[in-house]
């Protein structure tokens, strides 16, 4: 992201966690950020973009945190443990964001900001529903959706009770959080599921924007096709074979996934069906972006 652009977006969120969005005018923003109303302009056509661009700047802030890949050689309890330590710090650090939402719960929201949410919102969901599913194994599989409410509901509590009240260390809360988590999966029953898989698929487009009648192995045959005809096809089908190979295995390597997808994203006839996996392994929307 370009550093004024950067500049901008900090500024409104600063100011739109003070005045609220519909109090906050676009001069005042171009004001704080030390440029003329005109210049926002070559920058954001509208207030609109900007917050969409402040949702996606938040949503990249937050794929960085859970896709990292420092902790690789740890077991998946500990992964966990530290990419929620890192999760809550970050987001502490950047919670004018938070203090937006609470300011101005019901902003007005466009297509374009309704889509860009409800990705962040699939990515989140995917993050724990991955790791809960490593920790307890396959059979936890009919309450993963109970499991997956109950664990972002208690990151989200104490996240909004910390905004305002920093009195306990992340480090000690983060444990605390998945030894309670270990309790609930201890005392629940698959038939205590409250939500099962097909009610939850019903209203799934309301919540996220994936396609999930589509796999992985269905949308890499699709790029095949797509490329049959093209001269450089063997080139593009070693990034596919690649592509097919780490998605057959328990734990894909992202850094792999997101280079060959890259290799992919320069033929333009293929960035729709390269998103769906962008969408799918939680990649960082802004690496695909022009």
């Not at 005109?38 to 700047?57: C, E, M, P, R, T």
């Not at 719960?105 to 962040?120: A, G, Q, V």
């Not at 409250?194 to 045959?221: H, M, P, R, W, Y």
């Amino acid at each position: 992201m370009a550093e004024k652009n950067k500049l901008i977006i900090e500024n409104a969120i600063k100011l739109f966690s003070t005045n609220s969005i519909s109090s906050t005018s676009i001069q005042d923003i171009a004001t704080e950020s030390g440029i003329s109303k005109g210049a926002f302009y070559l920058h954001f056509k509208s207030k609109d973009a900007l917050v969409v661009a402040i949702i996606d700047y938040y949503s990249d802030l937050i794929t960085s945190c859970i896709q990292k890949n420092d902790y690789d050689e740890l077991v998946p309890r500990e992964q966990y443990n530290l990419k929620l330590t890192d999760l809550f710090e970050s987001i502490l650090k950047h919670k004018d964001f938070i203090l937006v939402q609470m300011k101005d719960p019901s902003i007005p929201l466009t297509d374009e900001m309704k889509s860009s949410l409800k990705r962040l919102n699939y990515k989140m969901t995917q993050f724990h529903q991955n790791y809960l599913t490593e920790l307890y194994g396959e059979q936890i599989k009919p309450i993963l959706w109970d499991l997956t409410l109950i664990i972002d509901g208690l990151f989200h509590s104490y996240l909004k009770f910390l905004i305002h009240a920093p009195v306990v260390e992340i480090r000690t809360l983060v444990p605390y959080i998945l030894e309670r988590v270990d309790s609930i999966v201890e005392g629940l029953k698959p038939e205590d599921a409250l939500l099962k898989e097909e009610q939850v698929a019903a209203v799934l487009s309301d919540f996220f924007e994936v396609d999930d009648s589509i796999s992985v192995s269905d949308t890499l045959n699709e790029i095949r096709n797509v490329i049959k005809e093209s001269e450089k096809k063997d080139e593009l089908y070693v990034s596919i074979d690649m592509l097919e190979e780490e998605s057959q295995k328990t734990q894909p390597r992202v850094p792999i996934i997101q280079g060959m997808l890259l290799n992919l994203h320069n033929e333009p006839v293929l960035r729709s069906l390269i998103q769906r996996l962008v969408t799918h392994y939680q990649l960082n929307d802004s690496l695909f972006n022009d």
